[in-house]
């Protein structure tokens, strides 16, 4: 373009072009004199303007084709004649031997002969990249022109597919069965086997060959899955790589631990990703990725879990890494991670089994000491001691496994969710396994030990870390109605014999089951700290109507009551004992003192409470008594009496008034005590054990001496009672909330079962009354959904309340129905 003169362009000369003065073979001999100087590297000299002018007549006068034939001929030519065989010289016999699986080289003969290979092969295909570069600059007109008319490929693209078929696609001799590209990949392939197994490699020389095969398609059509990388090479490293790991893993399973597996595994997954981002092609990375982790991983997964040194050792051993790399793996594969999730519940129920199986045998160990004659107080006393150490242990060890369990699950496992429920699964199958029907009983004994003893001393944190561990025990019960029998049965005694070292953290207790089991659960406990608060006030209320009355008598005896709700608290904890064959509880005969006193009170209830009627529980009772014993010698040769205060059940204390006006030399027979007190045989055998066998506490006499109470024996006071303390304090054998007996439980469940009944109505009335008709299976399974909070009733159970209600025409059964259904009745 000219100064000063914008928007004027220089045109080429238009003489002579539609003349015949061009000459095409002349033009086409310049032009390809000039294409050979460029393939020789000569190309220094050359006028690519002048090249590129000769191109452009040669089109212009519609010689588009010839040319266009003409230089690809050309290159076709140069491919055959000068590089083919350049590429097949560095084929040298052990390179082709080793394509076709044939021995005789050594590692590193192939490597050096594979580089050797490669570096050839790159060069050829970057100076043909570069010479077709130049040459398409000086046929861009015919590029633009005839082949975008004629809808031919670019000289450019025409010649990689000229370098593909003269080049790769080329035989290196006549008794191969394999071409260039094969013997490549085989190539590319043993390198990356040698890396693999610890060799060091050219990287960047097989990234190069990559880079051709990424460049070149299997077809005409340019498409992205027709690139020679993904159709030639990728398959064959796929397979390769296939064989490689599944050889590896059968090896390594055979050979090392699943931690040194898991560990080697993880670190091939980094080893193919970093190879296909330095050597191959990252788009096969989540291929090849797949590739190692169903081999070494998917396809093991189970064999590993369960190899001696697989999840159990590592559970078993604490080691929580192998564990979250085990996890890492498994999730890799498997978004739920079943396998894992099966070994992991297979082995908590298996350690909890073993936990529930120590505390029976533990429990049964302490059976024998109370069996067979003349077993007293102390070896009964030691038996019991020894199943309640049983049961606290029992709670203790799963505790101790549940933490080892949520550490595992914080660590290891990533805090999973799906997990977390397995585990939660695993943990309620073996607490309330069938073969383990205590697990109620003990975890309520696990909370009252630490009510009586263990919180003691403990800072609030720590109280507040002990309830915590009781409701996650509780959350796994699933009989909770039955816990809640035994611990209204606990609670029931720590409050009335003032056990518990503090009502706050009980109320606290209760709390945190309201708010885990909901309001229904805790009603009924609630209700007995209320009456445990209204009976301190009512023996206030009575202490000043005594005062008000201006009683003279210094000698009266003072009354503590507790008044207690039957429907709120477990009658049967406070009277078993004492129900006769019929099943009525049995009256104690109060000496005249007491029945005085209670007569009083029984007048100032009524007068507050008109209607109600009390019935007085002796068994539960405590009284403090003022013993004198006759004067004995002391040191200094005075004389002295010897004065305690016996702390002892009210059975006891009516038994030891008894003895008040009984001349010493005379004695009462068991016979003649049960008469005149009427306190049932079994309360009044264990108190007079307490009383007359018990070395420390021997209070009266017994005759003849033994362990065992008969019908027989005599009893006397014992004037020659010698205590080392002032205060004495007489306990009842077997008192205390201690482990059931078979038989006692037995018949708590049996309790618990006819309570269950009327729940299970309760819960079939409201569905009903909600629902007006029902089928029986959506029936039963609505109640079983209702119950679940509360416990899991049996099919048959249920069966037989729906045929209850029916008899009492709550329900009827829908009449030709096409299945068993059954309709309301308001």
Known sequence: MLAGRGGRKIRPPRRGLHGDEIDFENTWGIIASAFREIHTKNASKLSYEELYRHAYRIVLKKKGEDLYRRVRNFEHDWLSNEVRGTIHALLTPGLLANSQSIGGTTANERRFAGERFMKGLKQAWQDHQVCMSMLADVLMYMDRVYCADHRRPSIYSAAMVLFRDDILRSDPSDHSDMDVLSILNHVILEQIRME?????????????????????????????????????????????????????????????????????????????????????????????????????????????????????????????????????????????????????????????????????????????????????????????????????????????????????????????????????????????????????????????????????????????????????????????????????????????????????????????????????????????????????ELTAGYKTHIAQLGDPDPKRIELAINVLTSMTWPLETMGSSGDNEEGKMLKCVFPSAIERIKKGFEKFYGEKHSGRTLTWLAAMGSADIKAVFPKVPQKDGTLKER??????????????LLFNDLPADEFITFEEIQARTNIPESDLVRNLQSLAVASKTRILIKDPMSKDIKPSDRFSFNEGFQGKFHRIKVGVVTSGNKVESDRERKETERKNDGSRGFCIEAAIVRIMKQRKELSHQQLVAETLNQLAPQFKPEVNMIKKRIESLIEREYLERIENAPIDSYRYLA
């Open 643 to 656: 004065r305690h205060e016996l702390n002892v059940s009210t059975y006891g204390m009516v038994i030891l």
């Open 196 to 536: 693999r197994d610890g060799d060091v490699i050219d990287k960047h020389l097989i990234k190069d060959c990559i880079y051709m095969l990424e460049g070149l398609y299997d077809s005409e059509i340019e498409a992205e899955e027709q690139r020679l990388y993904v159709t030639s090479f990728e398959e064959d490293f796929l397979a390769s790589s296939r064989e490689f790991y599944m050889a590896e893993s059968e090896l390594m399973l055979r050979e090392s631990d699943a931690g040194a597996y898991c560990r080697h595994a993880r670190r091939r997954i980094f080893e193919e990703q970093d190879r296909c981002r330095s050597t191959l092609s990252e788009t096969t990375t989540l291929k090849i990725e797949k590739v190692v982790e169903d081999e070494l991983i998917k396809n093991r997964i189970h064999e590993l879990i369960e190899m001696e040194s697989g999840v159990r050792y590592m559970i078993d051993n604490d080691l929580l890494e192998e564990l979250s790399l085990i996890y890492e793996l498994n999730a890799r594969v498997d978004n739920k991670k079943a396998e894992l999730t099966r070994a992991i519940q297979k082995r908590v129920v298996e350690m909890g089994t073993d936990v529930n199986s120590a505390a029976i045998v533990a429990s049964q160990a302490a059976q024998p000491l109370s069996e067979g004659p003349d077993k007293g107080k102390a070896p009964v006393e030691k038996n019991l001691n020894q199943q309640t150490i049983a049961a606290i242990k029992w709670v203790e060890d799963v505790l101790q496994l549940k933490d080892k369990f949520d550490k595992i699950w914080k660590v290891s496992f990533d805090s999973d969710q799906p997990l977390q429920t397995a585990l939660t699964r695993s943990f309620a199958d073996f607490i309330n396994a069938s073969s383990f029907p205590r697990s109620s009983e003990y975890i309520s004994l696990f909370i009252d030990e630490n009510m009586k003893k263990g919180i003691k001393g403990k800072t609030e944190n720590e109280i507040d870390l002990v309830l915590e561990k009781a409701i996650i025990l509780l959350r796994y019960v699933q009989d909770k109605d039955l816990f809640e029998r035994y611990y209204k049965k606990h609670l029931c005694r720590r409050l009335l014999m003032n056990k518990s070292i503090s009502n706050d953290v009980e109320k606290q207790m209760i709390s945190r089951m309201k708010i885990e089991l909901g309001n229904n659960f805790t009603m009924k406990l609630e209700a007995m700290f209320k009456d445990m608060t209204i009976s301190e």
